[in-house]
């Protein structure tokens, strides 16, 4: 199954209307960036917070209209074998050299992405481009996130070579949904990153690590659960669609003893240390507290990974 831009069914019947953290995980996530950040920089961000939050997303809705932006968001380590981290060279030219950029793009470039995005905020920090310093750390936030999922981190991203077509979406959308109003997302204060590259990579290891579990804590709880309890309609938007029903949904968060808020609260800390970390690189320029209109990307659907 390719990932592409796919608004559909699966195997089950369930609807999948959500992509990287889901459009609800990402606005808060760089929402609460913004709070991690220090007084010489934090009043411009918190006067475009509403900014900030606004495009948190738009590089989900660039898949529809940008057919080389799908592999940004995820890294199939898996791909490259059993020791896919001692594989790996971390510099793309190393990297595209040992396995060619063809297949870097096919399986996943989300390191990389990151490390580009930072440097282009470093750029506009220098230029003192307001707009596009938040553009680009709206942009910076979200792939970063992204990289916290450990779901991005896998060839079986939605449980499609399992048996748990959907996983994907009960992970980083449905339980943000239904719990995240009760995680603790306040992370205290951004910190400087000396290597962005090194760093992002960091951030996938950790990531992967957590695939077995994701994935093997799933299987466990269908086999224990109720197997006309585990969906039900739920009203997304005007539609009412079969999805997680709330009840398998707090049993798989509570299965997996606060992952996903570890894996929010990471990605927040993440967040707010890249932008930190940029404008130190930039020569920490004077940043201005206007506040910048927002314009609103086009409305497109939701993004589904498939």
Same mark, same amino acid.
């Given at each position: ?38 007084? !010489? ?7 475009? $917070?509403? @900014?900030?939050?606004?495009?948190? /997303?738009? %590089?989900? +809705? ?42 870097? !793009? ?7 992405? $990151?490390? @580009?995005?930072?440097?282009?905020? /470093?750029? %506009?920090? +220098? ?59 306040? /992370? ?119």
């Amino acid at each position: 199954m390719k990932r592409s831009i796919v608004l559909g069914l699966s195997g089950i019947g369930l609807i999948i209307l959500c992509s990287s953290w889901g459009f609800f995980a990402h606005y808060r996530i760089n929402r609460m960036a913004v709070y991690t950040l220090p007084r !010489d920089i934090a009043p411009f961000y918190k006067a475009n $917070i509403n @900014y900030i939050v606004e495009h948190a /997303v738009s %590089a989900d +809705k660039r898949r529809y209209v940008d057919s080389t932006e799908a592999p940004r968001h995820f890294f199939d380590a898996d791909h490259y074998g059993k020791h896919p981290w001692a594989a790996m060279p971390q510099k793309w030219t190393d990297a595209a050299a040992k396995y060619s950029a063809d297949t870097l !793009d096919k399986y996943g470039t989300v390191p990389w992405t $990151i490390q @580009y995005q930072y440097y282009k905020l /470093v750029r %506009a920090f +220098k230029a003192h481009d307001t707009t596009a310093i938040l553009n680009t750390s709206a942009n910076l936030g979200h792939y970063i996130a992204d990289a916290h999922v450990p779901l991005h981190l896998t060839q079986n991203y939605n449980g499609q070579l399992s048996g748990q077509t959907g996983i994907h979406g009960l992970w980083e959308s449905r339980i943000p949904e239904l719990c995240s109003d009760k995680y603790n997302l306040k /992370v205290g204060r951004a910190r400087y990153i000396e290597n962005p590259l090194t760093e992002a990579f960091s951030i996938c290891r950790t990531s992967f690590k957590s695939v077995d579990t994701v994935l093997r804590f799933e299987r466990i709880l269908t086999r224990s659960f109720p197997a006309d309890k585990k969906y039900s309609m739920v009203l997304h938007g005007k539609k009412e669609i079969k999805d997680y029903s709330p009840a398998y949904t707090l049993a798989y968060q509570k299965i997996l003893k606060g992952m996903v808020e570890r894996r929010m609260r990471a990605s927040i800390l993440s967040v707010g240390s890249f932008w930190y970390s940029a404008w130190v690189d930039a020569g920490q320029p004077d940043l201005p507290t206007i506040t910048i209109s927002i314009k609103t990307p086009p409305h497109l659907p939701t993004v589904a990974k498939q």
